[in-house]
């Protein structure tokens, strides 16, 4: 489960949609499908058209998975910032009703205008 209380996933890159889709398809319920994906070092946070799922692998072989739902529907705000000249890296922080606030930080290249839209769909 996300600590809400220091929730933060540091330097995501773009993730094929393709394999975030095939990585998920577990937990994925029907009719779900992956709009965007983004991947760390192990761990990973993919939109979907349902719901963001943040992917948390634990210990040292990686079997150990959480998998933590955040519906639309309980975004309160969000907050995006570009990249600049010497920061290279974008961010978007969303609170969420009863629960708190997460911060997922982006590497350079990554579309966050696009990003913001898609949070913006499912929330405004």
């Known amino acids: 489960m996300i600590d809400f209380q220091n929730a933060s996933y540091i330097k995501?890159?773009?993730?094929?949609?393709?394999?975030?889709?095939s990585d998920l398809a577990e937990?994925?319920?029907?009719n779900e499908t992956v709009h965007l994906a983004f991947k760390g070092m192990r761990d990973s946070v993919t939109f979907t058209n349902k719901r963001i799922i943040a992917l948390n692998v634990q210990g040292m072989?990686?079997?150990?998975?959480?998998?933590?739902?955040?519906?639309?529907?309980?975004?309160q705000a969000f907050s995006v910032e570009t990249a600049g000249t010497f920061d290279l890296d974008s961010e978007i922080e969303l609170w969420f009703s009863?629960?708190?606030?997460?911060?997922?930080?982006?590497?350079?290249?990554?579309?966050?205008?696009?990003?913001?839209?898609?949070i913006g769909d499912h929330v405004l």
């Open 12 to 21: 995501l890159g773009p993730w094929e949609t393709t394999k975030a889709q």
């Open 98 to 118: 009863g629960l708190g606030r997460i911060k997922l930080e982006f590497t350079r290249g990554v579309d966050i205008r696009g990003l913001n839209r898609l």
């Open 61 to 75: 072989t990686g079997k150990k998975k959480d998998y933590t739902s955040l519906p639309y529907s309980r975004i």
């Open 27 to 30: 937990i994925l319920i029907e």
